[in-house]
């Protein structure tokens, strides 16, 4: 693609593009993180410490299985939405408890008592890793996290993303993946069933639903049915 400069010099632009994360990317995350996690809009105002969402639903993910993250690049190499995963959910929960919950600790200690802020609740889920593990998704055992900024949704980005993680779930012998969704982020439902997840029933206390789907990809079957495709996406 190329653009004519105020100078009348033409240059080219990079159109946006998927791309494995980078450690430089790390801010971009952590923004993209707080500004979608008020189901789907701007937490900035709810958390006084912009990295607890990030140290929760971000960094770990980075740090721990760095071959499931992937961005989406502006084309200015800015990170303008990302997709996170972790194939075995159950190592990933002993892995942020043994190798990761130590950094970060001191800075976001447990709640002495009841969590009475957001950011109580937020630091309850921090210290207990181990309420990602339901035996009810033994079935589908990655999970993932998708978030865009908003001006980049509704373009298709996100399902670009999604698909650079399925393939690569897929290529490691991952059959399925989950995810945990607030039931308040309609939208959000709404590109999930589009892309084949389903509702998976799972005991749980808050108000979201657990969704998962295969790894390996979807091809019309006619009359809009979809049937499981075992080659990588």
């Not at 502006?74 to 959910?89: F, I, K, N, Q």
């Amino acid at each position: 693609m190329r653009e004519r400069s105020h100078s009348g010099i033409v240059g080219r632009v990079t159109p946006p593009f998927i791309r494995r994360y980078r450690p430089s990317d790390r801010a971009a995350l952590g923004e993209i993180c707080v500004r979608t996690a008020d189901a789907g809009g701007d937490a900035a105002g709810i958390y006084p410490d912009p990295e607890l969402l990030p140290v929760i639903f971000a960094y770990p993910y980075v740090e721990l299985e760095p071959d499931f993250a992937f961005v989406l690049d502006d084309g200015t190499g800015r990170a303008v939405g990302y997709v996170l995963g972790a194939p075995d959910t159950a190592d990933f929960a002993a892995r942020f408890r043994t190798e990761w919950l130590p950094r970060v600790a001191d800075r976001f200690p447990a709640p002495a008592g009841a969590a009475g802020t957001p950011a109580d609740a937020m630091a309850v889920l921090l210290h207990t890793p181990e309420r990602m593990v339901h035996g009810e998704l033994s079935g589908h055992p990655a999970h993932l996290h998708i978030d865009l900024l908003p001006s980049w949704q509704g373009q298709g980005y996100g399902r670009a993303l999604l698909h650079a993680l399925l393939a690569a779930l897929h290529e490691q012998g991952v059959p399925a993946v989950h995810l945990c969704m607030d039931q308040a982020n309609a939208p959000a439902r709404a590109f999930y069933d589009r892309l084949g997840f389903t509702r998976l029933e799972v005991p749980d206390p808050g108000p979201v639903w657990y969704l998962g789907r295969p790894t390996a990809r979807f091809r019309r079957t006619g009359a809009g049915r979809q049937r499981s495709d075992s080659r990588a996406l």
